[in-house]
């Protein structure tokens, strides 16, 4: 794989310029500040509950899928390894395929796979956007070995022309207040016939 310097971009391809991922961060931090608000919202509403799953569509037209596969773990402050996904999608294709895999993704989670949350972002004027929180970085690492996932991931030169990969922490989890902090970032770019792969630390 290709490593990035913290201020490079790759030539032809400017997905990987730093002042993306700098935006993605922003925007899975602004995420996150809804998801901590959100996740009490259900603890409080449903004190018994164990997980929730429910479409939010905001003031501004904006659509929130969140997926809360187990609410035990919202008592906890311990760190939530999490893992943000951006994806530069193409406008010619029929992503029924894709989005029915996500759903499929989501019926199986909550079987001690150590996920804790799922959030899906759409807003009118910039697309999709997602954010997965996990206990630990070993239960985020085994969540790529689902057959489900696999099968995404393989269909995924399909329906994006690049993506970006993030992951990092979330300090504190959802009693902490503390921002996501970026630790690494992986590019995939799709438009030739070979995938295009590139990774950088944050710095």
Do not use: K
Not at 74 to 89: K, P, W
Request: glycine letters at 10%.
């Amino acid at each position: 794989m290709i490593e990035l310097g913290c201020d490079e971009t790759a030539p032809g391809r400017s997905f990987t310029a730093p002042r993306n991922s700098a935006a993605d961060l922003r925007m899975m931090n602004r995420m996150v500040r809804w998801l901590r608000v959100h996740v009490m919202e259900v603890v409080a509403d449903q004190p018994d509950a164990v997980a929730d799953d429910r479409r939010v569509l905001d003031d501004a037209g904006s659509l929130h899928r969140v997926v809360l596969p187990d609410l035990r773990s919202v008592g906890c402050g311990a760190d939530l390894a999490g893992v943000g996904f951006f994806g530069q999608a193409r406008t010619d294709v029929d992503h029924t395929p894709i989005c029915d895999l996500e759903q499929q993704l989501i019926s199986a989670m909550g079987d001690g796979d150590g996920l804790v949350a799922y959030y899906n972002l759409h807003r009118p004027s910039e697309g999709w956007s997602n954010l997965v929180l996990f206990t630990d970085a070993e239960h985020e690492h085994a969540w790529g070995h689902d057959t489900v996932h696999r099968e995404a991931v393989h269909r995924a030169s399909t329906h994006y022309r690049s993506i970006r990969l993030h992951y990092g922490l979330l300090p504190g989890g959802w009693a902490g207040t503390a921002p996501m902090r970026l630790d690494r970032t992986t590019y995939l770019d799709y438009r030739d016939s070979q995938t295009w792969r590139a990774g950088r630390d944050a710095g």
